[in-house]
């Protein structure tokens, strides 16, 4: 069973930056899968990015291309997610989530992300 743990969140003013991080535990496969989701209150919990942890192909929702960038340090066993040019509805509890065949498994408990206009 992997562990995740997320850090990294708080408040930052529209235009700032955050880094949050997914620090992994357990065994991971070459073909497991971190993804972030963010849910804001009311709202659905929704998809942000995706990394494959070996290949380290990726994916953004539409919302985040060209402002969030999804990574990993395989040697740290930690996925990152550097948040630039953040917007106030960027504003939600972060999550990352592992897991291989298209299902997320392992979710972390989640990083409150506040972005003030």
């Known amino acids: 069973q992997v562990q995740l743990v997320e850090s990294g969140g708080g408040l930052v003013q529209a235009g700032g930056s955050l880094r949050l991080s997914c620090a992994a535990s357990?065994?991971?496969?070459?073909?497991?899968?971190i993804g972030w989701f963010r849910q804001a209150p009311g709202k659905e919990r929704d998809p942000v990015a995706a990394i494959n942890w070996s290949g380290g192909s990726t994916s953004y929702a539409d919302s985040v291309k060209g402002r969030f960038t999804i990574s990993r340090d395989n040697a740290k066993n930690t996925v990152y997610l550097q948040m630039n040019s953040l917007k106030p509805e960027d504003t939600a509890v972060y999550y990352c989530?592992?897991?291989?065949?298209?299902?997320?498994?392992?979710w972390g408990q989640g990083t409150q992300v506040t972005v003030s206009s």
């Open positions: 989530a592992g897991g291989v065949g298209g299902r997320y498994d392992n």
């Open positions: 357990g065994r991971t496969f070459s073909r497991y899968v």
